[in-house]
């Protein structure tokens, strides 16, 4: 069986490397947030949780069982996050209107079904409770990061890093440090083609300095206990 996975997982990583040479040419929608599709088909249905969790077992190869992903940000942590941030990020990926060649034959119909998947499996993750001890920065300009963060990003993240389910801001609180730099970086850079074009705006002064030291102070903002997980808990559904 793991010999099986192992295979699984490299072909779905060639497909996915294909697919992005593939569309390299691929133009997204002018809006960043312009719905249609799959997008809105998801948000229109009642979603299934059980369905959710067998959806999840495909995602879990990456995101690990417990969505927390790896602290070292390669991948991120997805527990906890909106469902509507899901739906759309799912869609998206699906769309190719945001490149995520690693991710995105997973995210394949024939591997977790249509629309309704993406409904069920935004809802089992959203409740699936927050990793406990994120990868962090540094932490050596704290207070220049959360000023940082006051001035710029509280409009659309919310003060503690909550974001917005209606309006499609990410929960960005207790995210894993590397891979907020790495998505920060893609965003400033036009690599991430789906980001907001009013957090590129804002973000295209921000110097080295200031990149780490937001981000650091973010990762290290804490979502409210009752989302957060204990240190030892291993997801209950998967206990094979």
Not at 49 to 55: H, I, L, P, T, W
Not at 127 to 141: A, I, S, T, Y
Not at 168 to 182: A, N
């Amino acid at each position: 069986m793991k010999l099986m996975k192992t295979a699984f997982f490299a072909a779905a990583m060639a497909l996915g490397a294909q697919a992005a040479v593939a569309d390299s040419t691929h133009t997204p929608a002018d809006g960043w947030n312009e719905g249609g599709g799959e997008q809105d088909e998801a948000l229109h249905l009642t979603p299934d949780m059980d369905n959710g969790r067998y959806v999840y077992e495909v995602c879990s190869a990456c995101h690990q069982l417990n969505g927390w992903g790896l602290t070292d940000g390669t991948f991120p942590q997805i527990s906890g996050q909106h469902t509507n941030v899901i739906i759309k990020q799912l869609a998206d990926i699906r769309a190719l209107n945001r490149d995520n060649p690693t991710m995105y034959p997973f995210a394949l119909p024939q591997e977790i079904g249509g629309s309704q998947s993406i409904a069920d499996v935004a809802l089992y993750i959203s409740k699936l409770p927050m990793n406990p001890n994120p990868g962090v920065g540094e932490g050596d300009n704290l207070e220049h990061g959360a000023q940082l963060y006051k001035d710029n990003c509280v409009k659309c993240h919310g003060e503690n890093g909550e974001g917005n389910n209606e309006k499609f801001y990410p929960r960005i609180q207790g995210q894993h440090y590397s891979y907020l730099v790495r998505q920060y970086e893609w965003i400033r850079d036009g690599k991430r083609r789906n980001a907001n074009p009013e957090m590129i705006e804002q973000i295209k002064g921000f110097s080295e300095e200031d990149t780490k030291a937001v981000l650091d102070f973010v990762s290290r903002m804490n979502p409210p206990a009752e989302l957060v997980g204990d240190p030892d808990w291993v997801n209950p559904d998967f206990d094979w």
